[in-house]
């Protein structure tokens, strides 16, 4: 009698094949495709690497929590070589994904392409535009400014124009970043609430589109695709060149104090009043969960006798609060600083017993973090959080979240920052998403985590908790530097400017070939 349920041969190999794999802890993956063999005949091909070790390399982040393998790494010598890629991959049967890599300092995989090609952008120095400083003065721009090749790096940005006694007016925190990489996120730190972000810095952009056209850009020049790159998480186009603006040289030294406080509100509230006055030049909020975090400051800071009492408040109230401020001076203006800050410091409501002061020069100050690539440590994950909160709801997400999830980071490391924007400074015809609100001000929380590769997973359930606690308080907060699953989620993020950005994507990139890691347009 016939067997009522015949099983095929196949169908017993492929669930032995499935048992093994489960039990070794394996996953069951396509290899990656391979290149059209077309592209073998076109010039960039001696400069496309499928060598173990570019993979591996563009197959990672400074993140450390996830790993896409691309086809092949493409280490261009000219801008032409980018865009005889992107050309090639619209224009073949099989059209692949294609992203550009600057230092890897994305978190999430924001910078890779799986079974695409990474652009490995660093190349580029060799033989592209490098930095070049206009020092002349125009009277009809109204500005200095530098044409910088958006592989560079932002600590070289900042040795050039130093040469000719000027600076860029707006930073992030950790300069060993490429201006290309940030300007296609915002670039922020705590000189933002007075210069805007990077983003509102630039003045003109060279972009290689989506379907591989160069095109020069400025807000009155290709407005639409001059707005829309910059803050565009790369989904328009790669810049290849920034006109960045300059100013002179602001000071020769940085006058540098960390206040201490224990109430939230006279936190945010001297915070706001320091970013009105516009009297010092940075200002950034620290959330303190551990004594770890002011120990650290003592390589820096002449430390106070009172660390004692930090710990102290710690175990009383679970967290604690310091403002970061910073005042610039020159030679003729040493005799007045300390009056000058005293002056400031009268205006403010910090724990008077505990303060930590330093006095450095202007590019220690900025080059504060270092390298952090050189610096030998052990392998880490950085499991990151960036939320921008309406400043009408901070007292409520003080609440929700700060008192009652960081204290738990007690035993953990990392740097966890809450500091305000002026909204006025941000240009909403960027791509870059803000709360939607109409509030002058709103804050920025970044909890930059550091842990063992095998920890990861609990931060990063903190961090959801914080979101979901958010939601069901009604807290509508913005993710910076965002990493979704679902383009739905990128829908709800980006709110109003969906539509823009939708239409953006269809213009300038309709194959949805670029930047496939932020999962905008392209879901894994």
């Given amino acids: 009698m016939a067997n009522p349920c015949p099983i095929s041969s196949q169908f017993v190999c492929f669930i032995i094949i499935t048992y093994f794999m489960f039990i070794f802890g394996e996953l069951i993956r396509p290899l990656p495709r391979s290149l059209p063999n077309d592209i073998l005949s076109l010039h960039i091909a001696t400069r496309l690497r499928t060598d173990p070790n570019s993979i591996k390399t563009a197959s990672s982040d400074y993140g450390n929590l996830v790993q896409e393998n691309p086809i092949a790494v493409l280490y261009p010598s000219s801008i032409d070589d980018i865009v005889t890629l992107i050309k090639f991959a619209n224009n073949c049967s099989t059209p692949f994904s294609i992203s550009a890599r600057g230092h890897g300092h994305s978190v999430r995989g924001q910078a890779m392409a799986r079974d695409g090609?990474?652009?490995?952008?660093?190349?580029?120095?060799?033989?592209?535009?490098?930095?070049?400083?206009?020092?002349?003065?125009?009277?009809?721009?109204?500005?200095?400014?530098?044409?910088?090749?958006?592989?560079?790096?932002w600590i070289q940005v900042l040795r050039a124009a130093l040469e000719h006694g000027l600076a860029p007016v707006s930073w992030t925190d950790y300069l060993y970043l490429t201006v290309g990489g940030t300007l296609s996120n915002a670039g922020i730190s705590g000189q933002s609430f007075l210069h805007g972000p990077q983003i509102s810095n630039v003045l003109e952009l060279d972009v290689i589109t989506g379907k591989g056209d160069f095109v020069t850009c400025s807000p009155n020049r290709n407005p639409e695709l001059f707005f829309g790159v910059l803050g565009g998480l790369g989904q328009f186009g790669i810049i290849t060149r920034a006109r960045i603006i300059l100013e002179k040289a602001p000071t020769t030294r940085a006058k540098w104090v960390r206040l201490i406080y224990s109430d939230f509100s006279a936190f945010t509230r001297d915070q706001e009043h320091l970013i009105s006055s516009n009297a010092p030049n940075y200002v950034e909020g620290i959330l303190i969960t551990n004594e770890n975090t002011t120990n650290e400051w003592r390589s820096s800071f002449s430390s106070p006798s009172r660390q004692s009492d930090i710990v102290s408040l710690l175990k009383k109230q679970g967290i604690l609060y310091a403002i970061e401020l910073v005042k610039y001076y020159d030679n003729q203006s040493a005799n007045t600083i300390d009056k000058e800050f005293q002056k400031l410091l009268k205006e403010l409501n910090f724990i008077p017993e505990i303060i930590f002061s330093t006095d450095v020069t202007l590019f220690d100050f900025l080059n504060r973090l270092g390298n952090l690539e050189d610096q030998k440590r052990p392998l880490e994950s950085h499991p990151w959080l960036h939320l921008f909160v309406p400043k009408s709801r901070v007292s409520d997400f003080n609440d929700v979240a700060l008192t009652t999830i960081l204290p738990k980071l007690n035993e953990t490391s990392g740097v966890f920052l809450f500091f305000p924007?002026?909204?006025?400074?941000?240009?909403?015809?960027?791509?870059?998403?803000?709360?939607?609100?109409?509030?002058?001000?709103?804050?920025?929380?970044?909890?930059?985590?550091?842990?063992?590769?095998?920890?990861?997973?609990?931060?990063?359930?903190?961090?959801?908790?914080?979101?979901?606690?958010?939601?069901?308080?009604?807290?509508?907060?913005?993710?910076?530097?965002?990493?979704?699953?679902?383009?739905?989620?990128?829908?709800?993020?980006?709110?109003?400017?969906?539509?823009?950005?939708?239409?953006?994507?269809?213009?300038?990139?309709?194959?949805?070939?670029?930047?496939?890691?932020?999962?905008?347009?392209?879901?894994?």
Avoid at 130 to 149: C, E, H, K, T
Wanted: aromatic fraction near 12%; proline fraction near 4%; charge should be neutral.
């Fill in 117 to 153: 090609v990474v652009v490995d952008m660093s190349t580029l120095s060799e033989n592209g535009i490098g930095i070049r400083v206009s020092s002349n003065w125009n009277p009809s721009l109204g500005y200095y400014y530098a044409d910088v090749g958006g592989e560079q790096l």
């Fill in 421 to 524: 924007f002026n909204r006025k400074k941000w240009d909403n015809r960027m791509s870059a998403v803000i709360p939607e609100d109409e509030e002058d001000i709103f804050y920025m929380l970044a909890l930059l985590h550091s842990c063992p590769p095998n920890q990861y997973h609990i931060l990063d359930e903190l961090n959801n908790e914080i979101v979901r606690l958010c939601e069901k308080a009604g807290i509508k907060t913005k993710q910076y530097l965002a990493s979704y699953e679902s383009q739905q989620e990128w829908i709800n993020n980006y709110g109003s400017k969906w539509k823009t950005i939708r239409e953006r994507k269809e213009k300038f990139d309709p194959k949805r070939i670029l930047s496939p890691g932020q999962r905008i347009f392209n879901s894994f």
